[in-house]
């Protein structure tokens, strides 16, 4: 049985993290690791929300957007059109959290927010949306 109120909190989640990523864009200096660390946390629990609807409780406790998607694609290889996305946002996990690790510059923002974005208007990720929409509405 699919749990559709989980799927619901890791989605509820992946957008809080986008709209955080979008709002620290308004403040001066913009704090650009950040953003994208919430990019990649965005994406991962998108792809955290689409495996439990497929069955899986409980995701891998694990950041790594590339096995993440490798996961993803098992169950439906739509998903291998994300690989530039996930590629591109995965190291965001874990490098904005050390001092010094590497210069993000305002490009890599930019892309960082451009491939979040693309993830969660994904059409996968959208059917489920709409699928778990209707549970909402539906009361079951």
Known sequence: MVDYELIQEWFRKADND??????LFQLHPVPMDIICFHCQQAVEKWLKGYQVSKGISEPSKIHDLNKLLKQCIEFDTRFSQLVEECSALSDFGIIPRYPDEFEVTEHDVRRAFEHATAVKNFAPLLELRGAVAGYSESGE
């Open 18 to 23: 986008c709209r955080v990523a979008e709002f």
